[in-house]
């Protein structure tokens, strides 16, 4: 078996890694469990660039004990756990390209590996092995049925494929489901970017300037939880019904400038590009940290950061000192990179469970339907999305109520007022 990972020796560690995070997927391993006796992805061959971690793992052997034939590489280059890589090659069979560090070179090396594979479908998160297949590898696009993508920053690369008329095979919007997004995105990266913050700094959040630019579901999260630290969260954001919305949550708004001079902590998730940029640098307090934990390292303008710098060190694991010519210091985590999967584990396996159940069965969803579907983006199926729900009730143990027969047709009707 060909594959790539840093050291099989890590592999017991991360069995057991696997295997903590497998508890907490009890919707994943339902789908595991139907799929291993009906075997409805028999023969498939999958090509799968996700972040490599337990929770990733587990959705692999879902998808082989389905009958797939899967290969993995990383979706970014510092967020591999290089111990399930390992285990994933070693306990489970599974071919994986993946190596915590690696530089871009290593890492588009790893994404043509996993396109070597030959793939029926592609799964992505952030777009960048469907945009490596399209762009350098178009004799391999008649092979493809159809793929999915997993996050907003990947969506929103697929639609303009699909605008501009050069998305060759149809992709299910992962991430558009509602069973991801709004767990996901929100109490996932909330709790996940929070976590490698402490990691990276293990500094105190209460009283601080927790400033945040971008309040979509991933900043709403992490707002919240730095709230519920005792920060004093302000928010930056450009769309005004978002800008609204953050106000009548409570947090104060105001434009990016004038966050900057106050920020001790400030962190980007707009997936957008140099969100903080050089004139944000020269106003900012000295010891201000800043870190990105939108899906691109681009939202930080670090070669500006750099060009202002007399110096660059390491002072901590992921966290760097700038020192700029005036003498103040800026710090930078993880390069700038997904500081909750560089720093700390990314999302926690209660959420993943949710977002890889949406992956498997929209995988099956695809074989089943390929046929009929176009060459554009489409949503999660609504019966897969609600599925999904109950079952997550179900395996929590929540029972809810069930509508009256009278309640279903009040609310199906229009005759009856006030
Ligand atoms: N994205 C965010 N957190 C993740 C995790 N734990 N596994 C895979 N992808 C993720």
């Not at 500094?203 to 300037?209: D, F, P, R, S, Y």
Request: glycine share 6%; charged share 25%.
């Amino acid at each position: 078996m060909n594959y790539d990972v840093k050291d099989l020796g890590l592999a017991e560690s991360g069995k057991k890694r696997i295997e903590w995070a497998d508890k907490d997927m009890s919707v994943l391993r339902l789908i595991r469990e139907r799929f291993a006796s009906e075997k409805p992805l028999s023969g498939v061959r999958i090509s799968a660039c996700l972040h490599v971690t337990s929770e990733t793992a587990n959705l692999m052997r879902t998808l082989k004990a389905g009958g797939a034939d899967v290969v993995l590489c990383a979706s970014n280059p510092l967020s591999t756990q290089d111990s399930v890589a390992a285990s994933l090659v070693k306990d489970y069979n599974i071919p994986v390209f993946a190596i915590k560090d690696e530089d871009e070179e290593t890492y588009y090396r790893h994404i043509n590996a996993a396109l070597d594979h030959h793939p029926k479908i592609t799964m992505d998160d952030g777009a960048d092995l469907i945009s490596t297949l399209h762009a350098e590898r178009a004799d391999q696009l008649s092979e493809v049925v159809g793929g999915t993508e997993e996050t907003t920053t990947g969506v929103i690369r697929l639609k303009s494929m699909a605008e501009q008329g050069v998305l060759h095979y149809p992709i299910i919007a992962v991430n558009d489901a509602q069973t991801k997004y709004l767990f996901d995105n929100r109490y996932g990266t909330g709790q996940s970017t929070i976590d490698g913050i402490l990691r990276a700094t293990n500094i105190l959040i209460a009283g601080k300037t927790f400033v945040l630019s971008g309040y979509g579901w991933c900043g709403r999260g992490i707002a919240m939880r730095a709230k519920g630290m005792g920060a004093n969260v302000v928010i930056i954001e450009a769309d005004p019904l978002r800008a609204l919305e953050a106000v009548m949550d409570g947090y104060r708004v105001m434009p990016s400038i004038e966050a900057a001079m106050i920020a001790d902590i400030w962190v980007t998730v707009t997936g957008d590009i140099h969100v903080i940029d050089e004139k944000h640098f020269k106003v900012m307090k000295d010891g201000a940290i800043i870190c990105n934990s939108g899906h691109f390292n681009v939202e930080i303008n670090i070669p500006a950061l750099e060009a202002m710098s007399e110096s660059r060190k390491e002072v901590r694991d992921f966290t760097e000192e700038f020192l700029i010519k005036d003498g103040r210091r800026i710090y930078l985590l993880a390069d700038g990179r997904l500081v909750n999967l560089a720093a700390a584990e990314g999302h926690p396996a209660s959420v993943m469970d949710m977002s890889f159940a949406n992956q498997a069965f929209s995988v099956e969803h695809i074989l089943k339907e390929a046929e009929k579907m176009e060459n554009t983006v489409y949503p999660v199926p609504a019966a897969i999305d609600q599925n999904i729900a109950w079952l997550k009730l179900d395996s929590m143990n929540i029972k809810i109520d069930k509508l009256t027969d009278e309640q279903e047709k009040y609310l199906h009707s229009w005759e009856m007022g006030t």
